[in-house]
């Protein structure tokens, strides 16, 4: 089945090669159209290699066709010639408003989805703390209530589960903005979920780091799903638990970001082009890398150093930013 891409790829191939047509000599068409249709087939075909289909609604993308359309009318009168080269101007900045637009709406698109992400990351955060809170003197009772009829060990053992319980939420929110306390215990949620082990090690709050929440729980949000999605594929593979750390230190005036999982054995070729090129992946299944470019993307807009290690069955990225606000 031909993709959507393909179909508007071929259509501006055709509607631009009408106005190439137009500023050709006359001569035989092995000669002039012959080559022309050539160039311009590896022309927008370059195109559609570096730019990906524009993604408007069919309306605003009929609007445009429409209008590309009724741009080669005059073409076909007698005595337009000298409107060729305008024609085809108008064109080329027809197309490149309907590919800057898709730019700007996707982008805007994809930070609207962040935010709703964020945002139910965040009332999930504060519900299970104020629903900690809420039942804190309830739990005191009933510790209380096996005390006085001396059931020490039961006593002990309620508290320990509960301590268990407070510490995995005080992991993620300890200093914490509200936006990456969120993700972090959107994460970490999603990793005992999976049976992993997860580990938060950090001298300071990830809050501190010099960048803006937006960025920042991009950053976390990739780097910890990556780790969290190879360590279940190495959990499921070897039936053992798999493990997910992260550390966040400050050292000789710098950030240091330091996440480790369990990881299948990746190919050399692979693991050559990881953070290197957009489309590699070490996942199975419908990945498309797009979350090492983010992270890869976000260190180079802060001056960030950016490095990874895979020894035996472990996989380490370890980001380093100035400390410099």
């Given at each position: 089945?031909?993709?959507?891409?393909?179909i508007h790829?071929?259509?501006?191939?055709?509607?631009?090669?009408?106005?190439?047509?137009?500023?050709?000599?006359?001569?035989?068409?092995?000669?002039?159209?012959?080559?022309?249709?050539?160039?311009?087939?590896?022309?927008?075909?370059?195109?559609?290699?570096?730019?990906?289909?524009?993604?408007?609604?069919?309306?605003?993308?009929?609007?445009?066709?429409?209008?590309?359309?009724?741009?080669?009318?005059?073409?076909?009168?007698?005595?337009?010639?000298?409107?060729?080269?305008?024609?085809?101007?108008?064109?080329?900045?027809?197309?490149?408003?309907?590919?800057?637009?898709?730019?700007?709406?996707?982008?805007?698109?994809?930070?609207?989805?962040?935010?709703?992400?964020?945002?139910?990351?965040?009332?999930?955060?504060?519900?299970?703390?104020?629903?900690?809170?809420?039942?804190?003197?309830?739990?005191?009772?009933?510790?209380?209530?096996?005390?006085?009829?001396?059931?020490?060990?039961?006593?002990?053992?309620?508290?320990?589960?509960?301590?268990?319980?407070?510490?995995?939420?005080?992991?993620?929110?300890?200093?914490?903005?509200?936006?990456?306390?969120?993700?972090l215990h959107?994460?970490?949620?999603?990793?005992?979920?999976?049976?992993?082990?997860?580990?938060?090690?950090?001298?300071l709050p990830?809050?501190?780091?010099?960048?803006?929440?937006?960025?920042?729980?991009?950053?976390?949000?990739?780097?910890?799903?990556?780790?969290?999605?190879?360590?279940?594929?190495?959990?499921?593979?070897?039936?053992?638990?798999?493990?997910?750390?992260?550390?966040?230190?400050?050292?000789?005036?710098?950030?240091?970001?330091?996440?480790?999982?369990?990881?299948?054995?990746?190919?050399?070729?692979?693991?050559?082009?990881?953070?290197?090129?957009?489309?590699?992946?070490?996942?199975?299944?419908?990945?498309?890398?797009?979350?090492?470019?983010?992270?890869?993307?976000?260190?180079?807009?802060?001056?960030?150093?950016?490095?990874?290690?895979?020894?035996?069955?472990?996989?380490?990225?370890?980001?380093?930013?100035?400390?410099?606000?």
């Open positions: 089945m031909m993709k959507k891409s393909h790829w071929g259509i501006i191939a055709i509607l631009a090669f009408i106005h190439i047509q137009g500023l050709l000599p006359a001569s035989h068409w092995i000669k002039t159209e012959l080559p022309a249709a050539i160039l311009t087939v590896a022309f927008i075909y370059w195109v559609a290699r570096k730019q990906p289909a524009p993604s408007l609604c069919y309306q605003l993308n009929g609007a445009f066709y429409i209008i590309q359309i009724l741009l080669i009318v005059p073409r076909f009168n007698p005595g337009s010639g000298y409107w060729n080269i305008p024609l085809l101007m108008g064109f080329i900045a027809l197309e490149w408003i309907r590919m800057n637009t898709s730019r700007v709406l996707s982008g805007l698109l994809n930070e609207k989805d962040g935010f709703e992400k964020e945002r139910s990351h965040m009332n999930e955060t504060f519900r299970i703390v104020r629903s900690e809170r809420h039942d804190f003197l309830k739990h005191i009772s009933a510790i209380h209530y096996m005390l006085d009829h001396r059931e020490a060990e039961k006593a002990k053992e309620y508290l320990d589960d509960l301590v268990d319980g407070y510490e995995r939420t005080n992991l993620s929110i300890k200093g914490e903005r509200g936006s990456i306390a969120g993700i959107q994460m970490y949620r999603e990793a005992s979920s999976a049976g992993l082990n997860i580990v938060y090690d950090t001298d990830l809050s501190t780091m010099p960048m803006t929440d937006k960025e920042l729980v991009a950053l976390l949000g990739n780097l910890l799903s990556n780790s969290i999605d190879a360590a279940v594929e190495w959990q499921e593979d070897t039936g053992e638990q798999g493990s997910v750390t992260l550390q966040f230190h400050k050292r000789s005036g710098l950030y240091i970001l330091k996440v480790e999982n369990h990881s299948r054995t990746i190919p050399g070729p692979i693991l050559d082009q990881i953070y290197q090129q957009e489309g590699i992946t070490t996942k199975s299944g419908n990945h498309h890398g797009l979350g090492t470019k983010v992270i890869k993307d976000i260190v180079k807009d802060y001056n960030g150093f950016l490095d990874f290690i895979h020894r035996g069955q472990r996989f380490e990225t370890k980001l380093k930013f100035p400390a410099i606000h």
